[in-house]
């Protein structure tokens, strides 16, 4: 099995800080790749990333830059941790820097806005062929702070090549995190990105101070509607069962350090979606990827009347009591179907 030593991260929001803070206490070389030049300094002369995950403290093995050909330098793989909104361009950037076949790990939770294509789909048409086979995706439930906690957490790494997932599966687990081998990219991405989707819907309902009954039926049928897209798409159906689909799916439309949940809430409670998001720093992926979800939908032809009706809120003015009314009013259909 193929020995990983150094992994480059690019990507410095909470979740590649957090990835690339794991990697360095396990004693495995790391570079941190930021965009943002303030970012990059206060991590080498702080240690601490005061933007997108204060006021926890990073190894000083841990180094940051700016300079994508230098993230990569004598590197064994990448995980790449950019919003989705940005990632073809970064890659573009990347495409002409990269040694030959080197591998990548998509850990961006979110769907390319403007043409519904998957992380490594995007990477696909971005990269040379070389590199298609090397690349694999990694999601899971968990919140870049307790990860950078050490928190217990499992996350799901799925790819083609079976031998290179092992090895990036034996080099990123440790006692804290336990790291599950995939081979299912299409559902391991698609559970990963429409469960931000789901916590909008969640959140909204909790705003709007519906009660637990509504919030469990929101994510029982959230999930149903990620399935059928799921299998419209060529997944298989047991991975929504698992760690990147009901796991995850779980955890963000109930935990309040959850961006999209709480964006969700907000607008529950009778805030405007541009307030919302003007005060935030980092990214809300659900916000982005209702709409290639919905493309995604009437590309397959699945009926999908949550992201319909979060999309109805987000970009058309509905009202969130109005959007559950209309959910729940819906012609009687059967459970399974």
Not at 31 to 41: G, H
Request: charged share 20%.
């Amino acid at each position: 099995m193929q020995t990983i030593n150094c992994i480059g991260v690019i990507g410095a929001g909470a979740w590649g800080t957090a990835l690339a803070k794991h990697i360095a206490e396990k004693g495995l070389r790391v570079q941190l790749w930021a965009y943002e030049r303030d970012v990059v300094q206060a991590i080498n002369l702080t240690h601490e990333n005061r933007v997108f995950l204060p006021g926890v403290t990073l190894p000083p093995s841990l180094s940051a830059t700016d300079s994508l050909a230098q993230v990569m330098s004598d590197c064994d793989g990448l995980l790449f941790v950019v919003p989705s909104h940005v990632a073809r361009r970064v890659l573009q950037q990347l495409a002409s820097l990269l040694p030959p076949s080197l591998p990548m790990i998509s850990a961006t939770k979110g769907i390319e806005e403007e043409t519904f294509k998957l992380m490594t789909q995007v990477m696909q048409e971005v990269l040379p062929l070389a590199f298609h086979s090397k690349l694999m995706a990694l999601s899971g439930p968990s919140f870049a702070a307790e990860v950078s906690q050490s928190q217990p957490t499992a996350l799901c790494l799925a790819g083609q090549d079976g031998a290179l997932v092992n090895a990036f599966q034996a080099a990123l687990m440790t006692p804290a995190l336990r790291v599950y081998a995939d081979s299912d990219m299409i559902g391991v991405q698609l559970g990963g990105a429409l469960k931000n989707v789901m916590a909008l819907a969640a959140g909204a309902v909790d705003g709007l101070g519906l009660g637990h009954n509504a919030r469990a039926a929101l994510i029982t049928r959230g999930l149903a509607e990620i399935v059928r897209l799921g299998h419209a798409m060529g997944a298989d159906a047991r991975t929504f069962y698992g760690l990147s689909g009901v796991g995850d799916l779980v955890l963000t439309c109930t935990g309040s350090l959850s961006r999209n949940y709480t964006v969700g809430v907000r607008l529950g409670k009778g805030e405007k979606l541009e307030a919302i998001l003007g005060s935030m720093k980092a990214v809300a992926e659900g916000v982005r990827t209702a709409k290639a979800a919905s493309g995604l939908a009437q590309r397959h032809g699945v009926e999908m009347p949550i992201v319909g009706e979060i999309n109805k809120v987000l970009f058309e003015g509905k009202s969130c009591r109005q959007a559950v009314t209309d959910l729940m009013e819906r012609d009687a259909k059967p459970e399974k179907g």
